[in-house]
């Protein structure tokens, strides 16, 4: 059974960078074709997608971070990677990893997010 | 970008009742919508994909309709564990965009 685990610092100081790993058990990430997606959540807010990732690393990030989003993935390891610089209060916000599933369809596939990671909190404050 | 907008944001309900919430693109989207159920303090669990496809484990009380720009959630039956917060999410294009949230209440 797929099982993702987020790990890393749960105090970012403001103008500093944020550095967060996903952890996958029950399948390789190099033996798939899946992206890997990051995802979070300010308290008691809704959902923000911030971006996916690939073994081969090809990457999509969403617009408003693009700037400021970084990620990477380390097959040998079964670990991918978000990194988030010049944070700022704003960026507080519970983070989860995710795979990306689909269905190959003759035109775009049909893809979500499943599983999940438990999600990890990350506060901005100095 | 494109807009996710759910309704109602929140609603009351009672065990055995059939709720149907609401989720609109700002553009067609064809039926490239995912909806997910967040119980408070866990992460999101994936219901229906492609607008109408049940995911696996995820019981049949939970159906899924639409096309373009105009989507449903219906739960029926309501039981005590669904009492949590659902959202919509479209997977047509980058940036992939949430709507945001319903709240669903015990009545």
């Known amino acids: 059974q797929l099982h993702l685990q987020e790990s890393g610092p749960g105090l970012v100081k403001p103008s500093e960078t944020l550095s967060l790993t996903c952890s996958v058990s029950?399948?390789?990430?190099?033996?798939?074709?899946?992206?890997w997606g990051w995802i979070r959540q300010p308290p008691g807010k809704g959902l923000e997608w911030i971006g996916n990732?690939?073994?081969?690393?090809?990457?999509f990030y969403h617009s408003s971070l693009k700037s400021r989003v970084t990620m990477s993935i380390d097959t040998s390891k079964n670990q991918f990677s978000l990194n988030l610089t010049s944070v700022t209060v704003a960026d507080t916000a519970i983070y989860f990893c995710?795979?990306?599933?689909?269905?190959?369809?003759?035109?775009?596939?049909?893809?979500?997010?499943?599983?999940w990671g438990q999600g990890t909190l990350v506060t901005v404050s100095s | 970008d494109i807009q996710m907008t759910q309704s109602p944001s929140s609603l009351s309900a009672s065990v055995g009742d059939t709720v149907t919430i609401t989720c609109r693109a700002s553009?067609?989207?064809?039926?490239?919508l995912n909806w997910y159920q967040q119980i408070p303090g866990k992460a999101p669990k994936v219901l229906i994909y492609?607008?109408?496809s049940l995911q696996s484990g995820v019981p049949s009380r939970f159906s899924g309709r639409g096309s373009g720009t105009d989507f449903t959630l219906t739960i029926s039956s309501l039981q005590p564990e669904d009492f949590a917060t659902y959202y919509c999410?479209?997977?047509?294009?980058?940036?992939?965009?949430f709507g945001g949230g319903t709240k669903v209440e015990i009545k």
């Open positions: 029950g399948a390789s990430i190099g033996d798939t074709d899946f992206y």
């Open positions: 999410q479209h997977s047509y294009s980058t940036p992939l965009t």
């Open positions: 990732i690939r073994k081969t690393g090809s990457t």
């Open positions: 553009q067609t989207i064809s039926n490239y």
């Open positions: 492609a607008a109408s």
């Open positions: 995710a795979r990306r599933d689909e269905i190959l369809t003759d035109f775009f596939p049909y893809n979500w997010f499943d599983p």
